[in-house]
């Protein structure tokens, strides 16, 4: 019933947000590129958008992504299909954004901003400021860890990582609590392209901890987890691109 009137709600914030929303002739921020960051960072709607012929050739194409900074991992993309207008391909990328980041859950225990899906590229042309988009990826982030007594503890924020995971032989990154104080930094090493090992220290150095990564793809949100030992040789599980409720459910049973 919950997640129901969740659905309802974030359906009518994306015709409200819709209404407001630029076409492409009135934007004045520039051309979408193929090499753009939020386009390397989302393959599939890269190849959709740019390479496959069923959609690239569309009249209208749409991005929406959750802002500000992209504050959640995901995005919808639309594409026009017969007499479709410029303005209704952009009402089903947002009821689509916003379907998706309903699903997540609340995002209150990992960001101190209201997470909301915007039109950010519509017909090739960025409808929002450029510097409104990151060029580094942000996702919703928790740490579960054994502390000294036994107790699992959990510190949630958002993981800010610029170079691209799988791709790129070593990737750093950094987490910052809900009060956007960086509280962490750390390493992920590509030993295939969905896997690897991380390392990370949090508090100046007053607590570290080290182990394996897996990219997850789909279902409920692509994600990492990543779970290794603390300096100690406890346990600790690092998930990134789930809210804190989603990831405990998951992975917090450490």
């Known amino acids: 019933m919950i997640r129901t009137l969740l659905f309802v709600l974030f359906s009518v914030m994306a015709l409200a947000a819709d209404a407001g929303a630029q076409t492409a002739a009135q934007s004045p921020y520039g051309k979408a590129e193929r090499r753009d960051p939020l386009f390397l960072r989302f393959n599939q709607m890269a190849d959709r958008y740019w390479v496959n012929t069923e959609t690239m050739a569309a009249s209208h194409k749409v991005v929406a992504v959750p802002m500000p900074r992209q504050c959640a991992f995901l995005y919808a993309d639309s594409y026009s299909r017969g007499q479709m207008s410029e303005s209704e391909v952009q009402q089903v990328a947002l009821s689509n954004c916003n379907r998706r ?8 225990e990992n960001y101190g901003v209201n997470c909301q899906c915007k039109v950010v590229i519509s017909d090739d042309v960025y409808v929002v400021p450029r510097d409104t988009l990151p060029d580094d990826s942000y996702g919703p982030t928790s740490i579960f860890y054994r502390d000294d007594r036994g107790n699992v503890a959990r510190l949630n924020g958002v993981a800010r990582y610029g170079a691209l995971i799988g791709r790129d032989r070593s990737v750093t990154f950094s987490v910052e609590n809900v009060r956007n104080e960086q509280v962490c930094d750390g390493t992920f090493t590509n030993e295939g392209p969905n896997n690897g090992k991380f390392s990370l220290s949090c508090f100046g150095g007053k607590f570290s901890g080290n182990g394996s990564y ?41």
């Open 214 to 254: 897996e990219r997850k793809m789909g279902a409920p949100n692509d994600h990492i987890i990543a779970r290794g030992q603390t300096s100690r040789g406890l346990p600790i599980v690092l998930v990134i691109g789930l809210p804190s409720q989603l990831a405990a459910g998951t992975y917090g049973g450490i």
């Open 101 to 108: 980041l309903a699903e997540l859950g609340p995002l209150g």
